[in-house]
């Protein structure tokens, strides 16, 4: 194919959650612009990450309840699990999405190009494309990128025994063992998973405590929560290598000075992720990069005027809605708006069992800035809603300002975090103290009343837990 010339206001790099949302709100803002896009549209989160994983995480809390559903009356004989219906069903969600975003793109008059794009100057992007190369010259270039899974050494993924998380979610079976590396988000989410399935999982995490920088209290419920599940949590343990025996990986890991050898069919390794930041022109157009990542400021701007970053590429936290929102912004801020990244939390959630959901300032961190806290907590086992799901696992911990009562932070562990730390973020957002949680009327019944029960508990009137 020739070489064709274009000019557009703006080229997007990436279609994830970052990526086709800045495209679809520069579009709207009446820019024109090109999303590219080397792999599918929707990026990880969409193929390989967020909604596959909870689809499979979905299918497998069904399985489980419904194994588990004698003791509330419901008996199922010969239950089981068909791996290969589970795999095509999940794959009709992510079709249904992914289809989803090029259609809103499409619609709302943006471009989606196949294509691998590189800058050539600071507003040229170089795309590779049908075996041919295009140019575009565009005001605005947004690199959102995305990030990869980190490899360790001695454990290179094949993508037979050793997988990403994009293998896991792709099992044909489920594994007799499974071994996973790194008890972060991934590990937790799809050990549980797959441990729901009739897998035996063993958790190797190197530090002290699974989900690190979680408050302690909700870490320890999860890990109890697992053991039960029959999962193997192993801290401060630090995989070593791995050596194909009889059929099995047998992996061996440092636990506190002792070598420990765990067999495994499959061995997951969640040990983070990394920003994709190289292959795209940037350092040698003089974009600033810091241990891979690309910092930006308010305005997710790079050091190179013209030049954006988004998402993952762009720093932590590496969370879907951190990149839709920074879209946002940067297109916003492309149109000549006067907009930036003006956040007072970024909420966080981890679908384990129970789910975990935070947004603000834990206890410690609110007393690391200073801060005078007052805590109010209210279990699920005291919550109407939860006993009557079965699912009385959790609590809510409501962090105030002892002098204000403003809310600073809010943590949920237990089934239904997910979605009732949406009231927590808007709280903080607004500024909301803790009156303004205790007197709005929660509908009942429902776990949201939780938050409303545990800001009344902040201030000392809880209505259906005793008040200490
Ligand atoms: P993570 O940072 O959440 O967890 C990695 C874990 O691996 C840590 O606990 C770390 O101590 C441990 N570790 C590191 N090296 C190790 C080693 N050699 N041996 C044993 N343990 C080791 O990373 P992740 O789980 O891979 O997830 C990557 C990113 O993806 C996360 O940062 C998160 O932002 C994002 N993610 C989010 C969600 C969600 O929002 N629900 C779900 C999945 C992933």
């Known amino acids: ?61 069904t399985y489980d309840k419904l194994r588990h559903g004698a003791k509330i009356g419901i008996l199922a004989d010969n239950l089981r699990v068909d791996m290969g219906t589970m795999q095509s069903w999940k794959g009709e969600v992510v079709g249904k999405l992914t289809g989803g975003v ?10 989606f190009r196949v294509g691998t794009a590189r800058l050539t100057s600071p507003r040229t992007v170089e795309i590779a494309e049908n075996g041919g190369k295009s140019v575009v010259e565009a005001d605005a270039v947004v690199v959102a990128t995305g990030s990869r899974p980190i490899e360790i050494p001695g454990f290179k993924f094949d993508g037979q025994r050793i997988v990403d998380s994009t293998g896991a979610l792709d099992f044909k079976a489920v594994p007799e063992r499974l071994v996973v590396i790194g008890g972060g988000y991934i590990g937790i989410e799809i050990g549980t998973l797959y441990a729901k399935l009739g897998a035996k999982v063993t958790v190797l995490e190197a530090l002290p405590a699974i989900l690190p920088g979680n408050d302690p209290e909700i870490v320890a419920l999860v890990a ?28 061996t890991a440092d636990v506190g000075g002792k070598d420990v050898t765990v067999e495994a069919d499959k061995v997951l390794v969640a040990v983070g992720r990394r920003p994709n930041s190289e292959g795209l022109g940037l350092e040698e157009l003089g974009v600033r990069i810091e ?11 790079t050091n190179v005027p013209g030049i954006y970053a988004i998402g993952d590429v762009a720093g ?45 300032l834990t206890v410690e961190e609110a ?35 002892a002098g204000t009562q403003e809310v600073l932070g809010i943590q949920v562990v237990g089934n239904g975090a997910s979605d009732i730390i949406a009231e927590a973020a808007l709280a903080i957002e607004m500024g909301a103290v803790a009156g303004d949680i205790s007197l709005t009327i929660h509908a009942h019944p429902t776990l949201p ?16 837990i005793l008040n200490r």
């Open 1 to 61: 194919m020739a070489d064709q010339k274009m000019r557009v206001d703006a080229v997007v790099i990436g279609s994830g959650p970052g990526g086709y949302v800045a495209g679809i709100r520069l579009a709207q803002l009446g820019k024109k612009t090109i999303v590219v896009e080397k792999d599918k549209p929707g990026g990880i989160c969409l193929n390989v990450g967020c909604i596959p994983s909870k689809a499979l995480i979905n299918a497998a809390k």
């Open 367 to 401: 007393k690391q800035r200073g801060r005078d806290v007052k805590v109010g907590k209210f279990p699920f086992a005291a919550l109407g809603r939860a006993i009557a799901n079965a699912d009385t696992d959790g609590f809510v911990k409501v962090v105030i300002d």
């Open 316 to 360: 932590q936290p590496m969370l879907a809605h951190k990149a839709s929102h920074e879209a946002e912004v940067v297109a916003e801020v492309i149109a000549g708006h006067p907009a930036e990244m003006d956040v007072r939390c970024i909420p966080a959630v981890i679908f384990s069992d129970p789910e975990v959901a935070t947004a603000g």
């Open 102 to 111: 090029k259609t809103l793109l499409k619609s709302n008059g943006a471009e």
């Open 291 to 301: 241990r891979g990542f690309v910092p930006v400021d308010r305005q997710l701007r």
């Open 224 to 251: 109890r929560k697992l053991k039960a599940l029959g999962v193997d949590v192993l801290t401060g343990a630090k995989a070593k290598g791995w050596v194909e025996k009889g059929g099995r990986a047998a992996v």
């Open 449 to 464: 009343e939780a938050i409303m029960e545990a800001a009344k508990a902040a201030m000392g009137e809880a209505i259906h």
